[in-house]
């Protein structure tokens, strides 16, 4: 690594829109200082050279599971080095490490170990767990193991609890189960963030969810329902919004979205944007543990997949089901800008403002004001990505 005081920016990103001609000066691992671009500059010392390319802030993931191959659930921490590393370097600067469902012995482990390495991280890099599962719905397990689903269990949440030692941040959860809304309460009192997901809530569980803290949606359109014709008390079907269908409709939820192409069409982002921007809709990259790997069968933290040449990866239980994406959260942004339309700005905002507001990082992470952290990336116009800043430190070789 090597440190960067300078930073010569053709055009940086504001949550205004994008800055021309700016010299980001880093002190002490924060932005302290917006400039003029200089007339003349040596490639001195800690210097980067950036005038022809774009600057925008790292990006912010809610929900990683792993990469290579190896997974949150492995409990060796050079498995976890080799998964920040991945992340890291394709511009991930800031992620929720993501365990999903499994027996109460592994989660309680990996829990403990997990929370462990998150203290021992810069807190604001790993600010926490996202625990998806195992209180999830049987009906929209996906890629889940079908077996390890539990309902809402006050004392294995306790436990649970206890083994993350304060480290869970966001709990995915099926808000229609029994016991969930005590489950939902009983977190929003700890400050942790509770989600909606694998679900198959109708629009008045949703409210009532909403009710007791619930205040997002964990990839929505994904092992959730969409708007669909459904059988009322009186006889006859009738409308039913379904998860999407209550992202839409209700201010207090805010969504994920994994947009890798195969997960959410990206016709309906758009919308979605018009909707719920700037805060309510956030991209994610749900990386699976095989995100990095070529084709080929993996069984790794739970999940039993098969990635295909084309880039995207099916649960072997099942292969009807997407079992989490392979791409990285830059990826995900290239696609909201070349599938879905939207601009690199806009784009931006979903992958590193929105999610940084939610987890109440919005003063550190997520922009590059004066006193935010400095990380960031420098992309070149095709949105290829030349190199990532992190805390004032290039960590990159020869991106």
């Known amino acids: 690594m090597s440190a960067v005081r300078h930073l010569l920016a053709g055009r940086v990103w504001s949550p205004a829109g994008f800055e021309e001609g700016v010299q980001l000066t880093f002190a002490a691992g924060q932005v302290s200082a917006w400039d003029a671009l200089p007339p003349h500059q040596s490639g001195a010392d800690g210097v980067l050279d950036a005038r ?61 170990v997990l929370a462990d390495y998150c203290a021992d991280s810069p807190a604001a890099n790993l600010p926490g767990i996202h625990l998806e599962g195992p209180f999830l719905s049987p009906e929209k397990a996906g890629a889940h193991d079908p077996a ?107 969504g994920s979205v994994i ?12 919308p979605l944007v018009r909707l719920k921007a700037p805060h309510g809709l956030l991209l994610t990259s749900d990386a699976a543990p095989v995100a990095g790997c070529p084709p080929g069968e993996y069984n790794s933290g739970g999940l039993l997949a098969t990635v295909h ?16 994406s392979t791409i990285t959260l830059l990826d995900a942004v290239r696609r909201a800008v070349t599938l879905a339309g939207l601009s690199l700005h806009t784009a931006v905002g979903l992958a590193a403002a929105t999610p940084a507001y939610h987890l109440g990082l919005a003063e550190r992470k997520g922009h590059l004001g004066l006193g935010a952290d400095a990380d960031c990336l420098v992309l070149n116009e095709d949105l290829s990505l030349r190199s990532v800043v992190r805390g004032g430190w290039r960590v990159d070789s020869g991106l």
Do not use: C
């Open 309 to 324: 040449a084309d880039g995207y990866a099916t649960s072997s239980r099942d292969g009807r089901w997407l079992a989490g």
């Open 259 to 270: 947009l890798d192409g195969f997960h959410f069409h990206p016709a309906l982002v758009p």
């Open 52 to 112: 022809d390319a774009l600057v925008v802030p790292g990006l912010v993931d809610v929900q990683v599971n792993g990469a290579l191959g190896w997974s949150f659930q492995a409990q060796h921490r050079q498995h976890f080095d080799a998964i920040v590393a991945h992340h890291l370097s394709a511009g991930t600067t800031t992620f929720l490490p993501t365990l999903v469902t499994a027996d109460e012995t592994t989660l309680t482990e990996s829990l403990a």
């Open 148 to 254: 390890a689903l539990r309902l809402p269990d006050g004392p294995l949440l306790a436990r649970f609890l206890a083994a993350a030692k304060g480290q869970i941040r966001i709990v995915t959860l099926a808000p229609e189960l029994p016991g969930s809304l005590e489950t939902i309460r009983t977190l929003a009192g700890r400050g942790i963030l509770i989600s909606a997901g694998h679900s198959a809530a109708t629009f008045a569980q949703m409210q009532a969810a909403a009710d007791a803290g619930l205040t997002l949606i964990t990839h929505a359109g994904n092992a959730s329902d969409w708007p669909h014709r459904a059988p009322r008390p009186e006889g006859f079907w009738g409308s039913e919004p379904g998860l999407v269908g209550s992202l839409m409709a209700d201010d207090r939820l805010s």
